[in-house]
């Protein structure tokens, strides 16, 4: 009988040890589950980008040209250099406005409520996501040559020529520019843009107040790139106009005035847009997969994510939506004057990542009603 009990007893044990072992597990995943619901359009949209990436990259035997580990270094970076800012923001308003008695103290405490609230699952998560999107990003721009050759800059050259009375929109710009000596600047402010959109989109990942706002900018930003910086890079496959003495070169290059000028400019003030042009040209010749590689003209992402910028400011502040107004701007100019992309590349994206906006704003407003109303952030 001892023998008996004892082996009835061994299978029990197993069970109890089994289920326990699958509560363990359980726990353990919850997080992670709860924060792709949480987080699954944005999710969702980009798993799809790069499956579809990776699958052209596949259908044409271009492989070596996919990778989504392209940005991780430059996402770890960029977090480390947010947060600091971020702090440095945070200890200036508590030593300038709030003035505790230990401010020390006190921004202790409010960083450790805020890190509270956000976790670190939900935005490791989304830190991760949006690298590989971006890394997809590149890797698909340099696919566009091999799927559609870049053959719309000469149309987009003929119907500047429409729009400006038999001149380019460089040309308008050129006197006012070269009289005020502005390159430098307007290359300043275009490079900046580099900082400012990984800056919003990373404020907006661990953004814990706003949900609704948050998740808005941040389906709206991957459809920005899924549609303007890829479906229509396709369809409008153009290089810009630096680059079309290149693509023709048995022709006359319109724009090599323009060049020239930005050369000689280059040799009294920095004009990096003639190194950064010259590297993705090398990239391109090479069919090299890297930081930044891909060229494309049609539409400006440059002028599409700065205007999306503007919207998102515009939402937050008046002020505030003035200013990203002003920059988005600029950046509309700079990317005229700089030889990136033709003036109809900016007005295009201004159009179309409108509707995007305005589309997503308004599928959210419908769905809102029926989602569940519970805080965006909250201890898992």
Request: hydrophobic share 50%; aromatic share 16%; proline share 5%.
């Amino acid at each position: 009988m001892k023998y008996s009990i004892t082996n009835n007893k061994k299978p029990v044990d197993q069970r109890d040890g089994a289920l326990l072992t699958l509560e363990k597990l359980r726990l353990l995943v919850r997080p992670f589950l709860t924060s792709f619901r949480k987080e699954k359009a944005v999710i969702f949209l980009i798993s799809i980008y790069i499956a579809i990436t990776w699958s052209i990259a596949r259908i044409y035997g271009l492989q070596d040209r996919f990778s989504v580990l392209v940005y991780p270094q430059t996402a770890v970076l960029l977090l480390v250099c947010v947060g600091a800012v971020a702090v440095l923001i945070a200890a200036s308003h508590v030593i300038l406005v709030v003035r505790p008695e230990f401010p020390v103290r006190y921004l202790i405490a409010q960083l450790r409520t805020y890190l509270g609230r956000l976790g670190f699952i939900r935005p490791a998560i989304m830190i991760v996501a949006f690298a590989a999107l971006l890394s997809s990003v590149s890797s698909f721009k340099t696919l566009i040559p091999a799927l559609i050759p870049y053959r719309w800059d000469a149309a987009f050259y003929d119907l500047e020529q429409v729009l400006y009375g038999d001149r380019q929109a460089w040309q308008w710009l050129q006197p006012w520019i070269s009289a005020w000596n502005l390159s430098q600047p307007i290359n300043v402010a275009y490079n900046f843009w580099f900082f400012l959109i990984p800056g919003v989109l990373l404020w907006q990942i661990l953004e814990i107040n706003h949900w609704h706002r948050r998740r808005h900018f941040l389906v709206a930003f991957v459809l920005s790139w899924a549609l303007n910086g890829s479906m229509f890079a396709v369809f409008f496959s153009s290089a810009g106009p630096c680059y079309y003495g290149r693509l023709f070169p048995g022709e006359v290059d319109p724009y090599a005035p323009l060049m020239t000028y930005l050369a000689s400019a280059y040799h009294g003030a920095p004009v990096w847009a003639i190194n950064t042009q010259n590297y993705l040209w090398q990239l391109y010749q090479n069919e090299e997969l890297s930081l930044g590689s891909g060229i494309t003209a049609m539409p400006s992402m440059h002028v599409a994510l700065a205007w999306l910028t503007f919207l998102l400011f515009r939402r937050i502040n008046g002020w505030l939506g003035a200013v990203a107004l002003l920059y988005a701007g600029v950046i509309l100019v700079g990317s005229v004057h700089l030889g990136w992309h033709y003036s109809v590349d900016g007005y295009f994206s201004i159009l179309t990542t409108s509707l995007i906006w305005i589309a997503v704003g308004r599928w959210y407003s419908r769905r809102q009603p029926h989602e569940e109303a519970v805080p965006a952030f909250q201890e898992q």
